[in-house]
């Protein structure tokens, strides 16, 4: 049985904590809005969020706009509904020519809170629609969450939620009604294969979303500790750091990092990482519109130094460009798989007074080596492109199939992986 699952594609970002940022110097600081001026109106959101951009942004020019105009404009509109103000805003900030500085609704907002946390209230699980059926199914239930300890199961169709049938109702939807405040309750009708149809009441609860996965794998000879990490949200450091002590624990002989649809996520997440594979070294420097540089190095708290490859593709981004630039320039890992995405800029998140969101791009960022990667993107050292069947076959059905002989890009690096011990060990290499 088929089972297509749908995985809520994160947004391409590298996320800088806002609250820790300098403030930039400016040659033109417009007067704040007086106490009150704005109060309750969608001009006290207009302008928060212009503020912030004048302070901040990356481009001093503003892609050659008269940011002080932009403001005149947005300030002498008369604003019906805050839905309004929000359209003015995004219009103003398209002008920038930055995908990645971007307005956020309050619900946007509260998403990407949830997804750079790491965490979600809720019951534990992730859902895919069965083929055949139409019906949501449970694809897996998250280790110790509501929906485990309930019992539910891989394979598990669910027919409703509080009474709404899911027959052709999308994951993402399904999550929507699923999520919620918690210490709440949420009501399932469950089908089992062979049987009668059953209800289960679960109550929610704050979950630490799993996004990294490992496995012990022997592979043409040697003991491979596999490792997938999905974002890089702010328990992704502890997970990683979890999963090499575990799979060190279980004597592997080498490692693969796979990052490849890996988008990004945390600044300071992707350096904590970077520094548990290096000893040694420069990790990334970034420099804002003032040229004033900062530079992130190893610090000697490596916890292995076996062997690495790294997987990564063309949707490997930001943060994961970060890690893999720092592994590659300081020769700690071959790199194998496709040309990554080529997002070379830092973003910092702000929360508006209305619950509503900014990020806002404030550096641009290079590797270990000075290069600029930006819309290039990191070339690998081994290049094994995916047909887009391939890559269909690879990543559906939750991935299954990755890390397996069905998978090239993660053979060959198993080879050369294999390759390098045998020199090491004076033993004939494997064919490649």
């Known amino acids: 049985m088929g089972v297509k699952v749908a995985i809520a594609a994160a947004s391409v970002a590298l996320l800088h904590p806002a609250l820790s940022l300098p403030a930039f110097s ?3 600081e417009p007067p704040a809005p007086e106490p009150g001026q704005f109060q309750d109106s969608p001009k006290q959101i207009v302008d928060e969020a212009w503020q912030i951009i004048n302070r901040e942004y990356v481009d001093g020019q ?15 509109r008369q604003y019906t509904s805050r839905d309004e103000a929000y359209e003015a805003l995004r ?36 859902m895919g629609v069965d083929d055949k059926t139409k019906h949501l199914q449970v694809v897996e239930p ?26 052709d109702m999308s994951p993402d939807k ?13 009501k399932l009708e469950i089908q089992r294969a062979g049987g009668a149809p059953f209800s289960v009441s679960l109550t929610r609860a704050r979950i630490e979303v799993p996004i990294v996965r490992s496995s012990l794998q022997t592979e043409s000879g040697i003991r491979v500790g ?22 060190k624990g279980k004597q592997a002989e080498a490692f ?16 904590e990482i970077a520094r548990m594979w290096l000893d040694a070294g420069s990790i990334v420097s970034t420099t804002d519109r003032a040229g004033n540089s900062q530079a992130a190095r190893a610090n000697r708290t490596s916890l292995t130094n076996l062997p690495l490859a790294v997987l990564v593709d063309g949707n490997s981004a930001s943060a994961s460009e970060i890690l893999t630039g720092a592994l590659k320039d300081n020769r700690r890992a071959l790199v194998v798989g496709s040309q990554t995405f080529g997002k070379a ?15 806002v791009t404030i550096a641009h960022y290079y590797t270990p080596a000075g290069t600029d990667i930006n819309k290039t993107g990191i070339s690998p050292d081994v290049e094994i492109k995916l047909s887009d069947e391939q890559e269909y076959y690879l990543f559906s059905n939750g991935g299954r199939l990755l890390a397996t002989e069905s998978d090239p890009q993660y053979t060959r690096a198993v080879t050369m992986l294999r390759n390098r011990i045998a020199a090491n060990n004076n033993v004939a290499p494997l064919p490649q």
């Open 26 to 28: 400016q040659d033109r």
């Open 62 to 76: 503003f892609n050659q706009n008269d940011w002080q105009a932009i403001r005149q404009d947005l300030l002498s």
């Open 91 to 126: 219009k103003a900030i398209k002008l920038l020519n930055d995908p990645y500085t971007r307005f956020m609704t309050p619900e946007q907002f509260e998403e990407l809170t949830n997804q750079t946390a790491g965490e979600l209230s809720g019951i534990g699980i992730r």
């Open 142 to 167: 998250m280790p110790n969450s509501p929906a485990a300890r309930a019992g539910l199961k891989t394979g598990d169709l669910i027919l409703s939620i509080d009474g709404q049938a899911t027959k």
């Open 174 to 186: 399904a999550s929507s009604l699923i999520r919620g405040q918690a210490g709440t309750a949420v």
């Open 226 to 247: 596999y490792i997938r990490l999905n974002e890089f949200s702010a328990h992704a450091a502890e997970q990683m750091e979890r999963a090499i002590e575990d799979l």
């Open 256 to 271: 693969v990092l796979d990052l490849r649809g890996n988008p990004g996520g945390l600044l300071n997440a992707s350096i």
């Open 345 to 359: 800029l830092v973003q910092s998140v702000h929360s508006l007074g209305d619950g509503s969101g900014l990020a």
